[in-house]
């Protein structure tokens, strides 16, 4: 089982960056695909991007393409998004999530709790 805890949301203006942690629990998250999706007030929740267990193979939504990008530090059990010219449209709670068996879009077993992103224009 693992616990997930995200960390590094705040607000910050049009244009501007912020790196999203995700902090895991459990020795062997190692093995656990991630992804990151979003929801935005009155929106469903929305992929974001995936890793696979290695950080060999990456996938993003075509909205976040080119500007954010994954990667994990198996090490330190974290996930990090890492989000670059950031707009309006990008404000969301940011989740992180994991699986054992699937990655990329589709279900993930376990979720935080969320971070929240404000992005001002």
């Known amino acids: 089982q693992v616990r997930l805890v995200e960390s590094g949301g705040g607000l910050v203006q049009a244009g501007g960056s912020l790196r999203l942690s995700c902090a895991a629990s459990g020795r062997t998250f190692s093995t656990y695909f991630v992804a990151w999706f979003r929801q935005a007030p009155g929106r469903e929740r929305e992929f974001v991007a995936a890793i696979t267990w290695s950080g060999g193979n990456t996938d993003y939504a075509d909205s976040v393409k080119g500007r954010f990008t994954i990667s994990r530090d198996n090490a330190k059990n974290t996930v990090y998004l890492q989000m670059n010219s950031l707009t309006p449209e990008d404000t969301a709670v940011y989740y992180c999530?994991?699986?054992?068996?699937?990655w990329g879009r589709g279900s993930y077993d376990y979720w935080g709790q969320g971070t929240q992103v404000t992005v001002s224009s």
């Open positions: 999530a994991a699986d054992r068996t699937n």
